[in-house]
């Protein structure tokens, strides 16, 4: 057992790094039989390659008593127009949604919008969002990115958020720096997600999966309700799931947050206890690092993109939904 986890740890590390490398990204996009086979398994964690596809994913879920979060995937784009392309597809995806009347929320990484190439670049898209969201009961939340982003995040955040009240955030509980960047937000209204973390990060800079990281996720939680926020737990880790709920937060503004694809059937027993859950959806065809990511948080899901990839046709986890 201890050499299956041993292998399930250095397939993580190796997959955070295949992640980062561009040149594999590009072999995968210039195969077709390769890309073929890898968006068989990425079909279990994205809707599809379409706004249209990420919005009937979320109507389903909605149909099924789910709150949703709609992302479309894209990170650390540095030509300017594209991530003024990028912006209006987000802001595309808010007055869609708000035109069909579905209460949503809509992440993104600032580097996908303007980060990557200029922090004023950043902070005007994400104004600008805040504004197209305004009045139309649609929230906008900013996702959370390497560590030697996080200051610029952050700043970033700040700034907009101060124009635009009612922005939300998301905080690694990994990093040990994040109960200090929880506090820097006292005064800042919005709403906050927290997720333990999945990006590979210096071991001075970040905490493993342990004990002690959920300790911290568990005060973090607990720090930001008593700075009156609303808090969505990110996590699928069933063991963090029963310590908050026994901690009487249900009802406090708190709500669980699962990736959609990932552990429906414990998205379910939740959602029947009657505990509010919300899916978190991306669509889009930058799927190669999503994928990358969603395997190397959890190792075993690498035998579940085998199986997808052999079964000959993609996934359809929405019905796992029903």
Same mark, same amino acid.
């Given at each position: ?104 929320? $809509? ?15 950043? $902070? ?106 609303? $808090? ?91």
């Amino acid at each position: 057992m201890n050499r299956i986890i041993e292998w399930e740890c250095q397939a993580a590390d190796a997959l955070k790094s295949i992640a980062r490398r561009q040149d594999l990204k590009a072999q995968v996009e210039r195969t077709p039989a390769l890309n073929g086979l890898l968006r068989r398994a990425a079909a279990r964690y994205v809707a599809g390659d379409s706004r249209e596809d990420g919005i009937e994913a979320g109507r389903r879920l909605l149909g099924q008593e789910y709150a949703i979060s709609l992302e479309y995937i894209g990170e650390n784009t540095q030509d300017a127009e594209a991530c003024e392309a990028a912006a209006e597809e987000l802001a595309a995806l808010v007055g869609e949604l708000w035109r069909l009347g579905m209460a949503a929320r $809509v992440s993104f990484d600032l580097s996908h919008i303007g980060l990557a190439a200029d922090d004023e670049l950043a $902070v005007a898209q994400l104004l600008g969002l805040a504004r197209r969201a305004r009045g139309t009961g649609i929230e906008l939340f900013v996702s959370m990115e390497e560590s030697a982003k996080t200051d610029r995040i952050l700043a970033v955040y700040k700034r907009a958020a101060a124009e635009e009240p009612g922005i939300g955030i998301t905080l690694q509980a990994y990093l040990n720096r994040t109960p200090g960047d929880l506090a820097g937000l006292e005064g800042i209204g919005g709403p906050v997600r927290i997720v333990k973390g999945a990006y590979r990060e210096p071991e001075e800079a970040a905490i493993g999966r342990s004990e002690a990281l959920n300790e911290r996720y568990l005060s973090l939680v607990e720090a930001a309700l008593a700075q009156g926020r609303r $808090v969505s737990v990110a996590t699928h880790d069933e063991t963090l799931i029963e310590a908050v709920a026994a901690r009487g937060w249900i009802g406090q503004g708190l709500e669980f947050e699962l990736l959609y694809g990932i552990r429906p059937d414990l998205a379910g027993r939740l959602k029947a206890i009657g505990y509010p859950v919300r899916v978190y959806i991306t669509y889009g065809d930058e799927w190669y690092l999503y994928l990358c990511h969603r395997i190397a948080e959890f190792p075993p899901n690498l035998y579940r993109a085998i199986a997808d990839i052999a079964g000959g046709t993609a996934a359809d986890p929405l019905s796992e939904y029903e």
